[in-house]
Structures are given as structure tokens and as C-alpha cells.
């Protein structure tokens, strides 16, 4: 008897083992991860910190709610410190798991793309990267949405000009280039030089090298020697702050400097106090705690303790930028649904939904988003999708909207298909046809 209540009972366990494993597996299925490649550390930290804890936010918001039509998602971060070389290997630990790839860097983007290429993962370099990459025939599974670095340095054009007085007025202007001497901000370089020859202006190029926090020398060329009309400020991190310093100290305005969206957050102005007031730079999504997504998130994520970052931190540039490529990313998971069925989704599947975005004006309304986010439709062929790049101003107090240009499209798309032909060649790729 005794023996056979032992065998009675391992029976039950392992009966009960079973079923907790089935419930196990049955809760993965229901799981759609992403790996986080972040940088919480270092010079750069306050674009990775941001960045990563607003997207963590807005999925824990969707959680709270019962996921994405029942999915819930799943995360796990990987500190890169913005190296490329931990950036691959974060991408190596995680690409078994995750989907998609957010690399928050040109380097580790430029890294990843023939890896994710050859794995077929989703590397989505928002606003970032690569420019020629927005060609989805060349690069399928490579993502600028919203819009690449050459796009927005022609709508950066527009509104110089549109503060000068008209496109006319760019001839004989000049324009001085800062940039920090990375992968990241020798990306534009070409572009501005074509452009330059195309509607007369005149730009210099200044490169500072990293940490690119002496720029003493770069601003008496800027300021004394060329004196430029305006300055483009290419820096990141702990650089941004150094031109509106050194600016000030030389007497040249601050508005007329103008930002890449990277050198755009309050982290890069408050330090730089009344030297800032007045300094423009890009974005391409709005500011602040006044949107209902952002009202929810404080509400039922903040109020339940379950944020990923400093609650003053909420609202933020870098911290609504997450937020931002979690809704979009998550358009794309619906996208994707709708077609493939509600499923965990492979690979192929979210580039399915990414290259098929429609995010209309009135969809942004019902996502609590107007105002925060502008329409975004990708193609087969476009893989940015974006129609407008933002521009703001720092008002001595906080980020207000100054206006928004529409990239130079036939000009900046005529340079990304030559640049996509001439990498297929050189990489033996045939181009897919996205009639």
C-alpha cells in the first residue's frame, strides 16, 4: 500500500509538472519579446536611459491593459555604453529571443545590418543610421522610420532659409557643420556638400573628437575666421551643451545654431542656462507631460510604482521618444495581425508590419497621441515613412514648437537610391522589386 501511495503521488507530481510546464509554454506563446540594447552609463547615458525606460514604460502600460489584443510583451535590457563592439554582442546574446533591434546607435547600426540582414531581424534605426538604408529594396529588413539623418538635414535646410527669407536667400549663406568625429555624425557630411552645390550656399565642415568637450578651437575658426551665418550643431551627449557655451562666450546668437535631434533635450540646455535661450533644434515628435498617452502612463504606470525611470524624468525629450517608437512599433504588431492572425509574431511577420505602416491622423487621435506623433505610411520601397521633421526652441524654460518643414523629398530620395545602388553592387545584392 505504502508503495503504491508513493507511486500514487510521484504520479500527481509529475502529472502536475507537466501541466505547469504546458501553462509555462502557453504563457511564452503569449509572449512577444524584445531585446533592449541601452546605454544607462556613460557620456551618451541620458539618450539611452530615456530612450529605453519610456519604451519600457509604454509596454508595461500595454500590459497593465491586457497587451497588444491579448499578446503581452516581454523585455530584457543589454548595456551597450554606446561601444559598437558590446552593441554586437548584446545583439548576439539576444537575437535568439527578439524580433527586432533598436541598436540607439550608427555605429552598432552600421554593425548590425549585414548580421540582421543575414538572420533576418528587424533593425529599426529611428531617426538614425544609415540614410540610404530608407531604400527597402536594397536594405528589407533596415528601418529609418521615421525619417533618415539626410531628410532631415534637407528640411533643416528649408527652415534655415525659411528664417532667411526664402530658398533664394540660402545663396552665398554659410554654413558651418560641428560635428563629432564618429560614424554618427560624419553622416550627413555628403549630403550637405551636394546640397550646397545645388542651391548655393556655402558649408565648412568642423570636426571635434570625442568626448568632443574642448571646442574652443572649432568655434574661433567658426566665429572669427569663416564667420558663419549659422551653425549646425552634430555633437551628442555631454557635447551638445559645449557650442551653446562657447557661442555665448564669442558673442554669436543662439538662434542660429541649429540642433540635430540628438543635441535637442533638456539634458543638452540646462546646463548651459542663458546661453541656451533662443537655440533651435529638430525633432520629430512632441514634448512635455500634455498628451493622453503620456497623462495614462503617469496614471496607472507611475501610480501603480511600476516606472522604469525618474518620474521627473517623464515627459522628457529622450523619454517620449521611446514612448514614440513603442506606439509605432506597436502599429506595426497590429499591422501584422491583421494579416497573419493575433500570434506571437516572427520576423518576417513585424517586417511585414513595419514596411505596411498607415498611421493615419485620425489612428494617432485614438491612441491618445494628437499633437505627439505626425502620420507615418512605409512601403515595400520606403522604409522611413515620415512626413515632416518638427523643429523647437528652448525658451529659457522649456522646449516650444517652432514649426515644421517637409524634407527635400525628390532631391534627398534621388541621393539614397544612388548611394542603396552603388552598396548593392558592392555587397552582390539584387534589389527586390517593390512594383
Known sequence: MRRKLIITLFALVLVGGLVLASGSALAQEKTQFFGILIYRTGPYAPGGSGFGSGWEDFMQLRNMQGGVNGIQYAWEECETAYNTARGVECYERLKDKSILFHPLSTGITYALIPRGTKEEKVIWS??????????????????????????????????????????????????????????YGQETKPLLDTMSQKYGFEVKHFPVAPPAIDQKAQWMDIVRRYKADWVINRNWGVSCTVPLKEAARLGFPADRILGVWWCGSEEDVLPAGP?????????????????????????????????HISFTRVGTV???RGVWAGLVGEEAIRTAHKKFGVKVL?????????????????????????GFMAPIKTSCENHEGGRAVLFQQWDGEKWASAGQFEPISDFVWAEIKASAAKYAQEQNITPRDCK
Open 346 to 370: 516572427s520576423s518576417e511577420e513585424l517586417r511585414w508590419g513595419m514596411e505596411n505602416l498607415d498611421i493615419t491622423a485620425e489612428r494617432i487621435k485614438e491612441l491618445g497621441a494628437e
Open 275 to 307: 546661453a541656451a535661450k533662443g537655440y533651435y533644434s529638430a525633432n520629430w515628435h512632441g514634448v512635455g507631460r500634455n498628451f493622453p498617452l503620456i497623462q495614462e502612463i503617469i496614471d496607472k504606470v507611475y501610480g501603480a510604482m511600476k516606472g
Open 126 to 183: 529611428s531617426g538614425y543610421g544609415r540614410a540610404d538604408a530608407s531604400d527597402g529594396s536594397v536594405f528589407p529588413w533596415v528601418f529609418t522610420t521615421p525619417t533618415s539623418y539626410w531628410s532631415q538635414n534637407s528640411a533643416k535646410i528649408r527652415f534655415i532659409a525659411d528664417k532667411m527669407g526664402g530658398m533664394d536667400k540660402l545663396k552665398g549663406l554659410k554654413i558651418a557643420n560641428l560635428f563629432i568625429d564618429i560614424p
Open 318 to 320: 529622450y523619454y517620449n
